[in-house]
């Protein structure tokens, strides 16, 4: 399967960038529910460490849902998924890439500002780290 070019199947790429975004927020208040059990089953001693474990909840979170669907939870509820440059499901290591490449690039603020910059401008609406891997976030209901 090859991906789809935008000109010829704009359908694909039709408001990613504004479902990437809700997605996010999605997955964020997913991953905050998350932590917020832990830190309560830990008798609240995760408190002393807990941007670490709000970190490891996402990082794991992210890898997961890109591993096993090619998607977080947040970007199935709004229709999106991840394909590889080949236009497959990612698989495990591109997974952990672009999860390890997502967190580059919010530990580094000039990068995510040159992804969202990227994202807005570029045919396939791609991040940095999109770009570096060659993967690319698709409607699915175009399929």
Do not use: C
């Amino acid at each position: 399967m090859t991906l789809p070019h935008p000109e010829t199947q704009p359908d694909f790429y039709e408001d990613v960038n504004t479902k990437r975004l809700t997605a996010w927020f999605i997955d964020v208040l997913l991953i905050t529910a998350v932590t917020a059990v832990l830190t309560v089953f830990s008798l609240f001693t995760a408190l002393f460490f807990l941007p670490f474990l709000y970190a490891a909840v996402g990082f794991f979170y992210r890898w997961i849902g890109l591993s096993r669907h090619s998607a977080t939870i947040g970007m199935r509820v709004m229709s999106v998924e991840f394909r590889g440059s080949d236009g497959e499901d990612l698989d495990g290591g591109t997974a952990f890439l672009h999860t390890a490449g997502y967190y580059a690039s919010v530990a580094i603020f000039p990068a995510q500002l040159v992804s969202i910059v990227l994202m807005l401008m570029s045919e396939r609406k791609q991040g940095l780290t999109d770009m570096v891997l060659g993967t690319v976030l698709l409607n699915t209901r175009s399929r």
